[in-house]
DNA sequence: CGTTTCGTTGAAGAGTGTCAAGGCCAGTGG
DNA sequence: CCACTGGCCTTGACACTCTTCAACGAAACG
């Protein structure tokens, strides 16, 4: 069940080469900093597209930064209804719902092939208590996931199935630009009945709306295939179209 | 603006005689790891009604244990629409947002009078870096927050009017009852519309679904003055009542 | 005691959900 | 290499929940 899904633990881990750094780690590190951070990684993990990182009701051992790949987390409410409460990419922190119980609350399931870095819980509150940026960044993580959440209760909460898809599309967008990719144009990697459940809408809304949005020339979509033509449109449907529709 | 509200500073803080021990600390401290702990709550503030403890923008400098009271976290986006995040009671650690950016990212006010403890968020830091069960315990009240949010997010995301409701008066009871008050007749706090930013409902769905609650021999509502009557029927309810309505 | 805020309730309408049918695409096995 | 299969996506028609608009009553506040 848990047999590790391939460890790569001889390949020396190297924070300091990663091409991920400025999205994991603190800022202006000392050399020794980066060294003793990369004690913190143990191994390295691949997990396939399908499988799960982790599960509700798996014991909490480690964090996983995520190398590359994507994946989402989901929560699962008693009679079986399932809400995706996020999707991560490469140089995110995932698992952090695991430590307040010692129990992970929620699935993490790779939507294409991924890696992570694994890092026991254990040995971070080790490094961390004599590494005060190392602490002090981890808080900022944590808090950051917080406001994040917000936003979304912002949006599940007040908005309307349109300006739900934009404001989705434009953090994809930007969040793909922070990472060196297209921020115009980008394949979505999760079904559109998983964008539904992030956004609280059913399949067949995001289907429409996607469509909709191509039709009035904000973006093409062929399918997983994304392209943004009008950011500013998109801008604007989110804060309530002040200027928008046609 | 940020003159404080009355500051109780020299009235000694006295941790180990607070009656929120429980909820606010980790268990099974030492005397010594108590008396430490007490040089963090640096002064107490008083926070009237109506006034806010912060608001968005402000420099993030402490967090905030309430003692009594109850307040509101709200977010707002670029066009002024304002989602309630949550509600927070005694015991109830406030202002983990402002961590991420050093700046607070929702406002937090009073909905009655309401006492805090105030924790300079470095002075956190040190304390914590020389106490594992205090850096712990910290890092647990951060991740459960995230897993409430997550909670949250379902319930926005995939339930009904009288689903969110239900789950609402549920937290609610529990939460008084962990404070010793009663677990089924309380007051509310806040207003309908309150109570409808932070489920993602229009005030007067709120109204109408209480309404029916009421009529359903559920709950005695009369206006802010709730009694449960039928706690199982809302667990029904919750869980797309398998053997409810009539 | 007047004023304001808050809460309740009704009727009509908009926005999503539901159900259903069909098309597209990738992977599989012949 | 092609046909088949199953998962995913799109689109339409209709139903239903929730919102909107409006009026009124009740409580809170100065």
Redesign the pocket.
């Known amino acids: 069940m848990n047999a590790p899904t391939v460890n790569i633990a001889n390949l020396r881990v190297a924070c300091s080469s990663c091409n991920l750094r400025e999205l994991c780690l603190p800022v202006g590190l000392s050399l020794k900093d980066i060294e003793k951070l990369e004690e913190l990684v143990a191994t390295r993990k691949k997990v396939k597209r399908g499988d799960s990182l982790f599960r509700a009701g798996d014991r909490f051992e480690s964090l996983y930064a995520v190398r590359l790949g994507f994946l989402k987390s989901t929560v699962m409410s008693q009679d079986g209804r399932e809400q995706v409460t996020g999707f991560h990419m490469a140089g995110e922190l995932v698992g952090l719902d695991g430590i307040s119980s010692e129990l992970h609350s929620c699935d993490t399931v790779a939507l294409e092939d991924t890696e992570v870095c694994v890092i026991p819980y254990e040995r971070l509150e080790e490094v961390a208590s004599s590494m005060p940026v190392l602490r002090n960044h981890f808080h900022k993580v944590m808090s950051r996931e917080i406001v994040r959440e917000h936003g979304v209760m912002l949006l599940l909460g007040s908005?309307?199935?349109?300006?739900?898809l934009a404001a989705f599309l434009l953090n994809l967008s930007q969040r793909f630009e922070a990472r060196g990719y297209s921020r115009t144009e980008f394949v979505?990697r999760?079904?559109?009945?998983?964008?539904?459940s992030f956004l609280?809408?059913?399949?067949?809304?995001?289907?429409?709306?996607?469509?909709?949005f191509?039709?009035d020339g904000l973006i093409e979509?062929?399918?997983?295939h994304v392209r943004i033509i009008d950011t500013e449109g998109l801008r604007g449907i989110v804060s309530g179209q002040p200027g928008a529709a046609a």
């Open positions: 908005m309307h199935a349109e300006e739900r979505l999760m079904t559109r009945a998983e964008i539904g609280g809408l059913k399949l067949e809304t995001v289907s429409r709306v996607l469509s909709r191509a039709q979509v062929n399918q997983k």
